[in-house]
């Protein structure tokens, strides 16, 4: 075999023998990079999580979660946090770039990492519990509610070896602190400028994995990027509360609209799209069934009173329940009240409307086709004994009648059979 042969089948050659004896080509040594911005919610939980799985996958040295919000939803806090102290591969939130914070939920998901770190400029803490849309909650709720989160912070705080008393402060008092006066206060383990500095610093830092003590390994490595895809994207968009509802109610409303006055087509496309977006959204949403199940009351007796003539009375059941449902609708969390009044109110008169010129629709006499001539009167223009032709709207009509009816009788339509018409006698036109 020639030295050129050689060459080319070599490559071939090794990779035999490496999969015989169960040999690995050596692999890069690479760090995750996941950008978390914005408000925390189910789409953020499920973008952490794919991110975390991947990392496992590719057998990563570490995740870096650079995170920058304001907060968000309780619930998908608590899966970041359960992700991030559950994962099999170490990681690293950093709070940045400079201007950045993690403010409510994201002190959470930031005291929860093997390793917490900030830039320069920027902050933590602020994690007192507040209602949907920032609204205060009641006395007795909050309470609870924040007794539970101080608990669970204190809990994570402690299993992570920070400093639990100032997690308590930040959820009971609000209180925050900048990136340097968090490593004074054991918060979070250091500052660094940027990714560079951070790899420097990490280096040879022993951290606990699950039951396990790892030693952190950061000396060149390679960097990878997670972007998050396009279900992620709209994920995150509809996965808001506010817009979740604001679907769902155009679904319904092009879909109710769609069903009263058939042929529309616009209307039911739309609604129908809406309506699989929402339920897109409520399936990372904590939806209240029965709030649900209101909703979908308020659309039927809505409907109902199309077909019935309840002077309004069904319209008003219609209103109450779609309020209820509205205000159920979601647990947890919330609908903006600012929103959801107008909206119920708009909708509410789009139903009440729409049925009204259903009902009218439904109870007009039909002025076109056979139906329309139902009552009509006419002159006999061929003798009917029984049949004969009559005119009728300006046209010949074959007609009977139980009487014998001569030219020139004025007639009135009773009812038809086809295209033939049965008539009556209504007075003799001399």
Same mark, same amino acid.
Do not use: C
């Given at each position: 075999m020639?030295?050129?042969?050689m060459?080319c089948?070599l =490559?071939m050659?090794?990779?035999?023998i490496m999969?015989?004896?169960g040999?690995a080509w ?6 995750l ?8 919610n ?7 999580e794919r991110?975390l799985?991947e990392a496992?996958?590719q057998e990563a040295?570490l ?11 309780v619930?998908?806090?608590r899966?970041m946090?359960?992700a991030i ?8 939130v ?6 950045a914070?993690?403010?409510?939920a994201g002190?959470?998901?930031t005291v929860a990492?093997h ?13 007192h519990p507040?209602g ?6 009641d ?8 007794h539970?989160?101080a608990?669970?912070g204190r809990?994570?705080?402690?299993e992570?070896g920070?400093?639990a008393d100032?997690?308590?402060?930040a ?6 602190i ?16 940027d990714i560079?500095?951070?790899?420097k610093?990490i ?6 994995l699950?039951?396990?003590?790892v030693?952190l390994?950061t000396?060149?490595l390679a ?9 992620d ?10 817009i979740?509802y604001?679907?769902m109610m155009i679904g319904?409303?092009?879909l ?10 616009? =209307?039911g496309?739309i609604?129908a799209i809406?309506?699989i977006l929402?339920?897109?959204?409520f399936?990372?949403?904590p939806?209240?069934y ?5 909703i ?5 007796l809505f409907i ?8 309004g ?21 919330g609908?903006?009240?600012?929103l959801?009044?107008p909206?119920i109110v708009?909708?509410g008169?789009?139903f009440?409307v729409?049925s009204?010129?259903?009902?009218r629709?439904?109870?007009?006499? =039909?002025k076109?086709g056979?139906?329309?001539m139902m009552?009509a009167?006419g002159?006999v223009?061929?003798a009917?004994d029984?049949e004969?032709l ?5 046209e010949y ?6 009487e014998r009816?001569? =030219?020139?009788?004025k ?5 038809a059979?086809?295209l ?5 006698r209504v007075?003799?036109?001399?």
């Open positions: 020639s030295r050129r042969a060459i089948f =490559p050659i090794m990779s035999a999969l015989v004896f040999i050596p692999r890069e040594r690479h760090a990079i996941m950008d978390v911005e914005g408000a925390i189910p789409a953020t939980a499920t973008f952490l991110g799985n496992g996958k040295e995740v870096i979660v650079r995170l920058d919000t304001p907060g968000g939803l619930s998908s806090m899966s946090v359960k102290m559950n994962s099999p591969v170490p990681v690293v950093y709070v940045s770039p400079k201007g914070g993690a403010a409510s002190v959470m998901v990492a390793v917490a770190a900030m830039a320069p400029g920027t902050n933590i803490g602020a994690a507040v949907a849309g920032g609204r205060e909650i006395k007795t709720m909050s309470e609870k509610v924040v539970d989160m608990s669970y809990s994570i705080a402690q992570t920070r400093n100032w997690v308590e402060r959820i009971r008092e609000s209180v925050s900048t990136a340097e006066e968090a490593v004074e206060k054991n918060v979070v383990d250091l500052v660094a400028t560079d500095d951070l790899l610093r280096d040879g830092r022993e951290i606990t699950k039951s396990a003590k030693v390994n000396k060149e960097r990878r990027s997670i972007e998050p895809g396009i279900r994207r709209i994920l995150r968009t509809i996965s808001d509360p506010n979740a604001i679907l319904l409303a092009g109710y609209f769609e069903l009263s006055h058939p042929g529309a087509v616009f =209307p496309v609604g809406s309506l929402a339920f897109y959204s399936q990372t949403l939806v209240n029965a709030g649900l199940l209101l979908a009351l308020a659309v039927v109902a009173e199309i077909m019935i003539s309840s002077y009375v069904l319209s008003l059941g219609g209103l109450i329940s779609l309020t209820l449902g509205s205000v159920m609708l979601f647990e947890d969390v609908v903006s009240l600012r959801m009044a909206t708009l909708i008169a789009f009440v729409v009204t010129l259903a009902f629709a439904y109870r007009t006499k =039909p076109t056979i139906e329309g009552g009167t002159v223009k061929q009917l029984p004969g009559v005119f009728v709207r300006g009509w074959h007609a009977v009648s139980g009816l001569e =030219p020139g009788d007639i009135q339509v009773e009812n059979d086809g033939i018409l049965k008539v009556k007075t003799k036109i001399a």
